[in-house]
């Protein structure tokens, strides 16, 4: 395979170095995210604690109320994120313990402000969903402290001009609001490659780099080059290294608008490009340039309830889903929830570690109507519709577990069943349980998080969980592996699919699907065309004999095609 020449990453300038968010080159002025709202160094006295809890609440009230307004205008998962914050400002919990904060004589702002903290530590503490929702937490906390104290709400700057957005962390609830015509880039010195920040920059095709140390040294106006593939920053970048940058980012834009239909090799072997889905305008999804859907996430049915959905519901819900993508794949993923996704219906009781816990398929261990109940509600839709739809079970981790959700599937009515591979022990006897399925998906975000024991919503160790690590990838080959063997799909759908080098190496590995956010789509379809299959091989090679993530993410670099790199 040709090599690759790069010009010199710096130029001689200072290189600061994070982990590869959101693909694409960047250059412009720094404009910072302003500080969140402090609350002043001398408390005043209270005054009733009741007149103090209805201030609290009010401000909260206040918050999911702009946060209702804002996601009105937007659609998809954008709206879709928006609208869970409104209920978490919403919840009585959260309430609860302000009340409590208010009654021990602290004034309201003080009450918001120490409730919020002890409810997100706990949600830290159990993990997971709960864990991945603490910086939403965080984020209401400061809107509804800016208006009790009369302060600016915290939010984007708007400097004028293009530029690159700097900030320690993004807030989901500021993300959706990015324009990417002002906003040409992202750097953030915590977060993850798995964050709401990550997937919602991706969404708008915005390059991003995250877990950036050094961030916090980069100043308003001072221009920087964003590299979101390498995962580098260059302050102040010399004269030719911005115009490679401009010039890289021209070229990108004009390769990837001719970069159309399915998904294939250069030598012609398919890879089925589907889409990620959830919440949202089934009609907006389908009329992307997709080859149907790999991931269709069902929790938005059922978090946020007071009871389970009926089935009747559900069979409305994935109708709409369904005709929207008729004569296309939609693979359905059944409920993932459990201990780290609490659901107000479903009791599992106390767990010291919810990740480990009862989560995904394993709540029909103790809830088994839930998950019989939208089999028929999927069995149910797919007959009115031309879909040609199938179904997997999250977080299963052994053959049998495979065998009994197959069984529950084909009981409903539904011809194709699959598991997601998610835990370790399941890549490890992938052959047994490819055996008993017709198919199987990598979840590469959970699959990371038990590989490298790294809690996957901990920003303090972002490069465990980036998905170039080799240990995972070796796990990927493990299961692809097996797949070939057995003549079964293999398909990948986790975050890791929407990087174009990272989709070659997991080509090479053996997935025959690839299911991604939409804007990443032309990219991952433009690089294949440029590989053969042998040669996604040899860059799979590479990268699992690689010691670290950082190694097998420059050895791929070197050595695919140089489009496919800018």
Known sequence: MAQTEHPSPTGGATLLSGIPASPGAAVGPVARMADPPALPADRPAAGDPRDEAAAARGALERVADLLDAQAGQLTGEAAAVLGALALMARDPELGRRIEERAVAGEPAAWAVHSACGAYQELMLAAGGYLAERAADLADLRDRATALLLDLPMPGLPD?????????????????????????????????GPTSHTVILARALGIPAVVGCAGAETLLDGVPVALDGDAGTVVPEPDADLADEMVRRTERRRALLADSTGPGRTQDGVPVSLLLNAGEGDPKEAGAHDSEGVGLLRTEFLFLDRADPPTVAAQTDTYTRLF??????????????????????FVETGDEDNPALGVRGYRTARVHP??????????????????????????????????????????????GEAGVMIEVPGAALLADRLLSRVDFVSIGTNDLAQYTMAADRTLGTLPDLLDPWQ??????????????????????????????PLLALVLVGLGATSLSMSAPALPAVRHALALHSHAQCHRLAELAVASSSARQAREAVRAAAHPEAVD
């Open 369 to 414: 109507g839930l998950l019989t109940d939208q089999l028929a509600a999927i069995a149910a839709a797919s007959r009115e519709t031309g879909a040609r739809v199938r179904v997997m079970a999250p977080m299963v981790s052994t053959p049998d577990e495979a065998s009994d959700f197959v069984a529950l599937a084909r009981e409903a009515g539904i």
């Open 159 to 191: 400097p004028g001009v293009a530029h690159v957005l700097v900030a320690d962390d993004l807030a989901p609830a500021d993300t959706v609001r990015l324009d990417p015509a002002q906003v040409l880039g992202i750097i953030t010195r915590l977060g």
């Open 323 to 344: 005709e929207a993508f008729s004569g296309r794949t939609v693979t359905v993923r059944t409920l993932d929830a459990g201990s780290d996704k609490p659901l107000a």
């Open 470 to 499: 080799p240990a995972l990838l070796g796990l990927v080959g493990t299961v692809g592996a097996a797949g070939e063997r057995l003549g079964r799909p293999v398909g990948v759908c986790g975050e890791a699919a929407a990087d």
